[in-house]
């Protein structure tokens, strides 16, 4: 089965440094997205990319976020320079175009996830 | 996008069946009904998605009665592999981006 990967699988950062996750997602998908879970909190939606460029993100995606697609297989989620609070587990996540005509949406199938620690 | 609400934690004995149970009053004529499923450390993993009625795949089976303000996820039979946090989700299937608004979701632990 297809799946979400990402990479480092843990990532040790001191604070202000720059931080580039990566996620390849499934190969034939289109829409893409970022989630952050700090530990023993919800998972908080960041940014949703289609069609190469931004199509919603939240208010936790700053200035200090960006993501790109720099080629047909990664999609990467940058942090400029990274605060204590960023830490957080960093889940990639990817869907299929969307049904036409109201049927069943697709899904959304995650990557397993990078553990960023802020020192 | 509509408010869920699932209880916080269930505890359940391995071969039991386990009934989660979701509201979400506010639910729209277009939004679909979906769970996932998260383990320690891992990414949300889809379970299952229904708009009305029954739903049942290889995992697990979705009920929705007729006025779709509740839905029941049920898990037959469950061992100690499906203790995990459960998510609730309510959305639109054709507005936005699909982004996934999720809650606390319900803890499940399955004892021996």
């Known amino acids: 089965e297809p799946e979400v990967t990402q990479t480092p699988s843990h990532q040790v950062t001191q604070m202000g440094q720059e931080v580039i996750l990566r996620c390849v997602p499934i190969?034939?998908?289109?829409?893409f997205y970022w989630y952050r879970q700090i530990l023993g909190q919800k998972v908080e939606f960041l940014v949703s990319f289609y069609n190469n460029e931004i199509s919603e993100k939240s208010e936790i995606f700053d200035d200090q976020f960006s993501v790109e697609r720099p080629d047909g297989s990664n999609f990467t989620l940058k942090i400029r320079s990274t605060k204590l609070e960023d830490s957080a587990m960093y889940f990639c996540?990817?869907?299929?175009?969307?049904?036409?005509?109201?049927?069943?949406?697709?899904?959304?199938?995650f990557g397993p996830g990078t553990r960023l620690t802020v020192l | 996008l509509a408010k869920t609400t699932q209880p916080i934690s269930m505890d359940s004995y391995e071969g039991q069946e386990v009934n989660i149970t979701c509201s979400h009053n506010n639910i729209a004529t277009n939004d679909y009904i979906t769970w996932y499923q998260q383990f320690p450390s891992q990414g949300p993993r889809f379970i299952i998605q229904?708009?009305?009625t029954k739903v049942t795949n290889e995992v697990a089976s979705l009920f929705i009665p007729a006025d779709r303000k509740s839905s029941t996820l049920s898990l037959p039979r469950v061992s100690l592999s499906d203790t995990a946090v459960y998510y609730c989700?309510?959305?639109?299937?054709?507005?936005?981006?699909?982004?996934?608004?999720f809650g606390k979701g319900t803890m499940l632990l399955v004892s021996p």
């Open positions: 190969s034939n998908h289109l829409y």
């Open positions: 229904g708009y009305k």
């Open positions: 989700l309510v959305g639109a299937s054709n507005s936005g981006y699909s982004t996934l608004t």
């Open positions: 996540a990817s869907r299929a175009d969307r049904v036409a005509g109201g049927g069943v949406p697709d899904t959304q199938y």
